[in-house]
């Protein structure tokens, strides 16, 4: 019966510096324990082990970073299926569709996509929107997960939904990406938008004919690099390097969701976060009647509406207010809250500068 | 004429916390390069150095400093007469009179006693006011010099003028301790006070005679511990310890000043500063066109108004205004400009939990 579980597949090509200085190239988001105690990508291991539902995930992660991950899974007691390493990022629709060639051939299972690097507080909601998601993915559709936005966001793409396909199921009338500001506030105001998280379900072989049709080129690219594999001993595989490197990088919503035909979309409100910046981590968080979240080496005397975080240094705070202050041991950041976006600035100048050592 | 030259002699007892998390009990702020590219006792000797006026200084410190202090003044081509090594920190009026006990055993020169880790920025200015005080020092007072007051500062004590003794030279009528605010500002307006600033010029033998009136209990632990002092080779001269720790700890104001006949003081506006908190030190130094003082390995991005200091980790600001931001490798302050005094809560947080470590 184990073409009847769930394939999860774990997306962990992520090199997010939204996060620095706590992440680092090397370091990414997904393998940091930044909403928990454990590594992003260790929770959403977690949140797919469930042997009546899902088989062990595959994991799509760099090369360089295929060790880590795989013993960090292991560390906490789980195990992948596969460990697929790209040689080089080329975004999500390649690396979905690499997931679905090794599926293929392991009984052609339901997929669930999911980015590794996402908070996700009501995993009974997640499963239950899965669920819904099962009869229209064993149909022959791609289907997408929409949260429920509780703000007009415009960091987001949204989903508009069309007429109802069932219980909880609704036709995927359009894909947008991010708005600015009035439109994703008309979109919230509409209650027919959700966003999209780049979470599915789909069976991998109705992934691959709908790329094979929508991204022909990365069709042809990754089922060459797949054919040419090489696969040592344990669970990692390593597609073809030349192959992969022709495979254009796009993401999996321009290559297909956008333009295929028959997308479902299941909403669903799960506490999601993408963890996207400093400030949603701290949205995330439980603070004290200051509201100061306080995690690490800490002192905060008369703060308030603050992040203090440190893995380095001690961090001393007095009187300061409205405030993100992340501290790592060879470096410290500080920017207001809401604006925690702005690290980019900090990243792009120590780039430049060739400091790669704080990158 | 060894005996007309004026020996300088330099008080490094202090273990001030008001620099933390630089300043440290065992790194203490006259050590550091604070205000310039040197230690502030460095810069302190550098001030005095002149074959002309000033014999090589004489330097009280705590005996665990005693090398530090002697290989930052090599170091910096100077030598020190000697080096009186306190094994407790008994206060300004003991060590003085340590000093005044080893220079009337050679020649009983006048002593221009200063702080080790005070900012003068207008030299010229400085010795010029010396050179003013040299009379009545010579007559036989014990001279201050008061510092032009440009704020009414409640956190020193004053001096209120009497009636002029010579050019640039008045009877010092009153001293007192550190005024609440309408007090200051009733003094700054009146224009016959200045800021007692601990420097004094007195001729060793007079200090101790007054001290053996006003201060005996301490003029006679003093002379039993300069008695009993060992006197190994090279410049360092130990009090005898166990004579030491009977001396009452107290200032030279307290002790002599205060009540001493006969003071005089000479005004000098000369650029001091006592670098008494992170906002003195950012008041000190030239900012950029939105008011930051960055140094050391500092990034800054929209800032306004901050003092961004690093010796550790690399300090990275976006968009903050009005802060001191202070990084060493093992802790981080981070405090509104203005507040920068109650780094105290910090220092005594930290000494309740026994973290001499960051002490």
């Known amino acids: 019966m184990t073409q009847d579980l769930i394939r999860p597949v774990i997306l962990s090509g992520?090199?997010?510096?939204?996060?620095?200085?706590?992440?680092?190239?090397?370091?990414?988001?997904?393998?940091?324990?930044?909403?928990?105690?454990?590594?992003?990508?260790?929770?959403?291991?977690r949140r797919v082990v469930d042997k009546q539902l899902f088989a062990a995930p595959i994991i799509v992660c760099a090369t360089d970073q295929g060790e880590a991950i795989g013993r960090l899974v292991a560390d906490a007691g789980?195990?992948?299926?596969?460990?697929?390493?790209?040689?080089?990022?080329?975004?999500?629709?390649?690396?979905?569709?690499?997931?679905?060639?090794?599926a293929v051939s392991h009984g052609d299972p339901l997929l669930l996509v999911m980015p590794s690097d996402h908070v996700i507080a009501d995993?009974?909601?997640?499963?239950?929107?899965?669920?819904?998601?099962?009869?229209?993915?064993?149909?022959?559709?791609l289907v997408t997960f929409g949260i429920t936005p509780d703000r007009a966001?415009?960091?987001?793409?949204?989903?508009?939904?069309?007429?109802?396909?069932?219980?909880?199921?609704?036709?995927?009338q359009r894909f947008v990406e991010k708005p600015d500001g009035a439109t994703a506030q008309a979109y919230v105001n509409s209650g027919r938008f959700d966003w999209n998280a780049g979470i599915f379900l789909l069976r991998a072989s109705v992934l691959l004919a709908a790329m094979a049709v929508h991204a022909p080129a990365i069709a042809e690219a990754v089922a060459a690099a797949w054919k040419g594999r090489s696969e040592p001993a344990g669970t990692m595989i390593t597609p073809d390097p030349a192959a992969w490197a022709r495979c254009p990088?796009?993401?999996?919503?321009?290559?297909?969701?956008?333009?295929?035909?028959?997308?479902?979309?299941?909403?669903?409100?799960?506490?999601?976060?993408?963890?996207?910046?400093?400030?949603?981590?701290a949205d995330l968080a439980r603070p004290d009647d200051a509201g100061v979240v306080a995690v690490g080496d800490v002192l905060a005397f008369d703060a308030a509406n603050c992040l203090l975080?440190?893995?380095?240094?001690?961090?001393?705070?007095?009187?300061?207010?409205?405030?993100?202050?992340?501290?790592?041991?060879?470096?410290?950041?500080?920017?207001?809250?809401?604006?925690?976006?702005?690290?980019?600035?900090?990243?792009?100048?120590?780039?430049?500068?060739?400091?790669?050592?704080?990158?």
Chains 1, 2 share one sequence.
Request: hydrophobic content about 50%; glycine content about 10%; aromatic content about 6%.
């Open 78 to 102: 789980y195990s992948a299926g596969a460990l697929l390493l790209e040689s080089a990022g080329r975004n999500t629709a390649p690396a979905i569709a690499l997931a679905a060639h090794w």
């Open 123 to 141: 995993v009974g909601a997640f499963r239950a929107a899965v669920r819904l998601a099962m009869a229209p993915a064993q149909a022959g559709r």
């Open 249 to 281: 990088a796009q993401s999996i919503d321009y290559a297909v969701m956008e333009t295929a035909k028959g997308v479902a979309v299941v909403p669903v409100a799960m506490g999601w976060s993408d963890v996207g910046s400093w400030d949603a981590l």
């Open 14 to 45: 992520g090199a997010g510096t939204r996060l620095w200085p706590m992440s680092r190239r090397a370091r990414p988001k997904q393998l940091l324990s930044l909403a928990g105690p454990e590594a992003m990508i260790t929770a959403t291991v």
């Open 309 to 359: 975080r440190s893995d380095g240094p001690l961090v001393a705070a007095v009187g300061v207010r409205d405030l993100c202050i992340i501290a790592t041991p060879d470096a410290v950041l500080i920017v207001p809250r809401g604006r925690a976006q702005e690290v980019r600035r900090v990243v792009e100048a120590l780039a430049a500068a060739g400091r790669t050592d704080l990158l």
């Open 153 to 172: 966001e415009t960091g987001y793409g949204y989903i508009e939904r069309g007429p109802p396909l069932g219980a909880g199921v609704f036709e995927a």
